[in-house]
């Protein structure tokens, strides 16, 4: 596996609004009874682009992934994904992306190998392709080995690489990850960032994640949206939001603390705080 490649591996993509579009909403909301989760979202993904939605806890980016992702249902405003209404043309939608949750969810009960089978009768892959587009997907995760042990034995890691590998099977034009590297170690993290990378390269994969690792964030999204309670309060690349600010040498989460306010203890960065928090969770 290679290091994560830095920021000159960059796609091309247009710094402000995107020309060409696979993603888009308008005025997206989601309301829990009275409770507004999100709140008027107005995003645009060009294909191929890597776009990361930022934000604090709670910020309302799973509620949005599960918006474009048909699994709930928006209070108002509309969102395409591939030029397809995300409610009035559901299925569609679905054919069209592929989703890691933010929580993991893959059958520990089951190998990887039967996990996969699962996902690939789901896909309505054809069963004559199925054996090869499964062995394709685990080459591609470098989980040939595992493929027969019961997932219970995996690693964070290597359930990861395999939720990635199932929601690749179909081969998505777009990939929602949510939260893909939550409580990895700093090794397995490389890794799914780096097949993240080669999805896009290798397939022009569109990816559009969330993170709470915003030096990540920085070398591997195009652009990305910082949420507040709801709302977006800043969008772009990462390097027009950093030279926006009044600092020299701004880092992203300068970025993040300017716009969302956070308030942390004197000399604790949200980056360590993220860390922190990741490091005391455990999956699975
Ligand atoms: N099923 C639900 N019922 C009621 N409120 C919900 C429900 N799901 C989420 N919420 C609320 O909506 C808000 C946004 O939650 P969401 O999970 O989208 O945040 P998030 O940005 O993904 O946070 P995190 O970084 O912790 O994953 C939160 O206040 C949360 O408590
Ligand atoms: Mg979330």
Same mark, same amino acid.
């Given at each position: 596996? =290679?290091?994560?490649?830095?920021?000159?591996?960059?796609?091309?993509?247009?710094?402000?609004?995107?020309?060409?579009?696979?993603?888009?909403?308008?005025?997206?909301?989601?309301?829990?009874?009275?409770? =507004?989760?999100?709140?008027?979202?107005?995003?645009?993904?060009?294909?191929?682009?890597?776009?990361?939605?930022?934000?604090?806890?709670?910020? !309302?980016?799973?509620?949005?992934?599960?918006?474009?992702?048909?699994?709930?249902?928006?209070?108002?405003?509309?969102?395409?994904?591939? !030029?397809?209404?995300?409610?009035?043309?559901?299925?569609?939608?679905?054919?069209?992306?592929?989703?890691?949750?933010?929580? &993991?969810?893959?059958?520990?009960?089951?190998?990887?190998?039967?996990?996969?089978?699962?996902?690939?009768? &789901?896909?309505?892959?054809?069963?004559?392709?199925?054996?090869?587009?499964?062995?394709?997907?685990?080459?591609?995760?470098?989980?040939?080995?595992?493929?027969?042990?019961?997932?219970?034995?995996?690693? !964070?890691?290597?359930?990861?690489? &395999?939720?990635?590998?199932?929601?690749?099977?179909?081969?998505?034009?777009?990939?929602?990850?949510?939260?893909? =590297?939550?409580?990895?170690?700093?090794?397995?993290?490389?890794?799914?960032?780096?097949?993240?990378?080669? &999805?896009?390269?290798?397939?022009?994969?569109?990816?559009?994640?969330?993170?709470?690792?915003?030096?990540?964030?920085?070398?591997?999204?195009?652009?990305?949206?910082?949420?507040?309670?709801?709302?977006?309060?800043?969008?772009?690349?990462?390097?027009?939001?950093?030279?926006?600010?009044?600092?020299?040498?701004?880092?992203?989460?300068?970025?993040?603390?300017?716009?969302?306010?956070?308030?942390?203890?004197?000399?604790?960065?949200?980056?360590? =705080?993220?860390?922190?928090?990741?490091?005391?969770?455990?999956? !699975?």
């Amino acid at each position: 596996m =290679t290091k994560l490649t830095g920021r000159a591996d960059r796609l091309e993509t247009p710094t402000n609004f995107p020309k060409s579009v696979i993603l888009e909403t308008q005025e997206l909301t989601h309301r829990f009874d009275k409770f =507004t989760a999100v709140d008027g979202l107005n995003i645009s993904v060009a294909p191929g682009e890597v776009f990361g939605l930022l934000g604090p806890n709670g910020a !309302g980016k799973s509620t949005v992934i599960k918006m474009l992702t048909t699994l709930l249902p928006p209070s108002s405003g509309r969102a395409t994904i591939a !030029g397809y209404d995300v409610t009035h043309q559901s299925q569609a939608v679905r054919r069209a992306i592929g989703y890691v949750p933010q929580a &993991l969810s893959a059958d520990g009960s089951l190998t990887g190998y039967e996990n996969l089978l699962i996902f690939a009768k &789901l896909y309505d892959i054809p069963s004559k392709r199925r054996q090869q587009r499964i062995r394709d997907v685990l080459e591609f995760m470098g989980l040939e080995e595992a493929a027969h042990r019961l997932v219970r034995n995996y690693s !964070g890691g290597m359930i990861r690489k &395999l939720e990635i590998a199932q929601s690749i099977l179909h081969r998505p034009q777009i990939m929602f990850l949510d939260e893909p =590297t939550v409580g990895l170690d700093p090794v397995a993290r490389s890794q799914v960032w780096n097949l993240v990378q080669e &999805l896009r390269a290798d397939y022009g994969t569109t990816i559009f994640l969330t993170t709470h690792f915003l030096e990540e964030a920085d070398s591997l999204c195009n652009r990305v949206a910082i949420m507040n309670r709801g709302k977006v309060i800043a969008t772009g690349t990462p390097t027009d939001l950093k030279a926006g600010l009044d600092k020299p040498n701004a880092t992203l989460d300068d970025v993040f603390i300017q716009y969302t306010g956070a308030e942390l203890a004197s000399g604790v960065s949200y980056h360590d =705080t993220a860390r922190t928090r990741r490091n005391a969770q455990r999956l !699975g």
